[in-house]
Structure formats: C-alpha cells, structure tokens
C-alpha cells in the first residue's frame, strides 16, 4: 500500500502540475454546463420587429403596443407606407416584419432562412395579436416566410454544417503541423534555413489552405444538387468570404500548434472548438436568445460571422455592401491569429 500510495500522489503531482490537463478536467465540465444550460433554448428572445400600421386605429396601436411590451420582442422600426419590408430583413435590422393594412387586416413577414425560429417566432406574434383581437370581427393574421416559403431545415443548417465542418478539419490539421516536426526532431533543419519564421508559418498554411479549398467546394457542389440549397446572392462574395474563413481556421489550428508542445494536446483542443461552433455560432441557437454574458463572447468565435454571411449570401440573396461587417471582422482575425501565432513561434528549441 505504500508504494501504491506513492504512485498515486505522483499521478497527483502530474495532474497538478500540468494546467492543461486542470483546464480539462475542471474547467471545461463548468464551461459546458453553462453552456449547454443558457444556449440550448427553444425560447425566442431579443426579436426586433419592424411595424407598417396604416390603419392607425386605437386597437391596431394597442396591438403595437402589446408587442412591444412582450418580453421576446421589441419594435425596432415603425415603417412608411414606401418602405421595403424585405430590405429591412436583408439588412439584418429586423427579424419580423408586422403590416396592418388600412382595413385592419393583419400580416406578418419572418425571415425563413431560420425555419425554426420563423415559425416560433410568427406564432408568438399571432397569440399577441389574437389575444388583443379579443371581441373584434377579424381575420386571424396571415402569415409569409421570405427565402424560405417552404420551411425547408437544410437552408438553416446547410451554412452552419458548412462552417463547423471547415473550422474543426482545418484546425486540426495545420493544429499538429509544428509540434509534429518538434516531436520528429526535424524543426531544427527548419530553424537552421535561411527562412524567416513568419515564411515558414505561412508555408506550412498553403498545401491545407488548397486542400481546403478542394473540400470547399466539393462540399458547395454537394449541397447544391444533392440537397437543393439555393446560391440565391454572389457565387463570387461567398467564394471570397469562405476562403476567408478557411484561412482563419488554418491559422486558429497553427495558433494551437505553436502555443502546445505534444500533438495530443493540440488535437484535443482543437476538437474543442467543437462546442462554440455549435453553441455559440448562431448555427442551431439564435445569438439573440442567449443571456448578455454569453452574447458577447460570440463575437470572438469565426463561425458566427461565417454562417451569417453565407446564409445570406446562400438563402437571402443579400447585395455583398450589407456583408461589410462580416468580411471585416474575419479578415481582422485572420491577421491577428497570424502575428500571435508568429509571436508564439520558438526561433530556438
């Protein structure tokens, strides 16, 4: 039993003494549990409406009132009779569009690039508007789903499938790239080259950035024919925003590559990235119905701005001057993940 003892507290010793494996085994349960308990709700929340009221009655008004005054919705835009309602809900400004004709004749409009949520959220709309109908001679509101009249789920899920299948491949490949040539003994031929080390970090990207590209496109075709996706906006913006988002993937995995020392640890971080794409992405679950705190760090994970863009690009049809936003912020972190990497980067072993 002695001896026994001592293997254990030496077993002890490695665990604590490597914070990888304490982030594993006692970070990560915690993390997961947040997430799984906040993100994973089939509640709709935070949905911005745009309102066309023309009949401008007291009871339409207090049927605008009321939907403002719900929890899960709030009015963003009050419309003119001129007003587009589909350029709203390209735009991204509003998610449901409610118009009241001058006969009190409601309709609600919802993006049907989300079915799931389209349909959840135009029937809170009805039981709001039904509700406050109470009494009154009127037809229940007819209901339209843009891009996606038929609520088909592969117009949802198609883009995000597409975005979780880039990150996690390419991630775990260039991941083991430079700890594989540590582990072989044959980084220190790198080193000894009269390459600088930002041209090896780059070199090591363009055999998977090609091989990607490949996969890309296999993919794209796949969806197309096989499952009927539409490529409803510009083939070219979308190629231009998926290559982008298979550079930053290759340089998330090189990150990982450079910051660990052992091919296993770099492989499992990154199948970990498995969990923010998926929960935290906007792919399954709205970013609108998560709580503040997780909202934020959204924004730091590149799915969430590369399932957006092609699903507007895919299944809206949006012009590419509406996309500013997302080609920006995943060429920013592509930039930023390059010059951490080469900061990371060990000129000697």
Known sequence: ??????????????????????????????VLVLIFGYAVSTEVRGTMVAVSDAAHTPESRN????????RYFTVDTVMSHCD????????????VVVMITADEDYQILADG?????????A?????IIMSNMAGMQLLAPRVRFLYNPQQLSEYNFVPGIIGMIIILICALITSVSIVREKEMGTMEVLLASPLKPITIILAKLVPYFIVSTVNLVTI?????????????????????????????SLALG???????????????LSVLLFVPTV????????????PPALQRPTNVVPATWYIDGARRLLIQGVPVQYLVKDFAVLALQAVVLVFVSFKLFKKRL
């Open 279 to 290: 929960y935290l992405s906007g792919m399954i679950f709205p970013i609108e119905s998560l």
């Open 63 to 70: 049927i605008v009132k009321a939907i403002d005054a719900n």
């Open 113 to 121: 690039s989300e079915p799931n949520q389209a349909q959840m959220r």
């Open 220 to 248: 794209i075709l796949l969806a197309h024919f096989a499952m009927g996706v539409p490529v409803a906006g510009s083939l070219v913006a979308f190629a231009i925003l998926s290559v982008l988002y298979i550079f930053v």
């Open 123 to 127: 029937m809170y709309l009805q039981q």
């Open 1 to 30: 039993m002695k001896q026994f003892r001592s293997f254990v507290h030496k077993e002890f010793l490695h665990i604590l003494r490597d914070g990888r494996t304490l982030l594993i085994l006692l970070v990560m349960p915690l």
């Open 84 to 95: 587009d309602p589909a350029h709203l809900l390209q735009g991204g400004k509003v998610d």
């Open 254 to 268: 090189l990150l990982i590559s450079c910051a660990v020392s052992s091919q296993l640890a770099a492989m499992l």
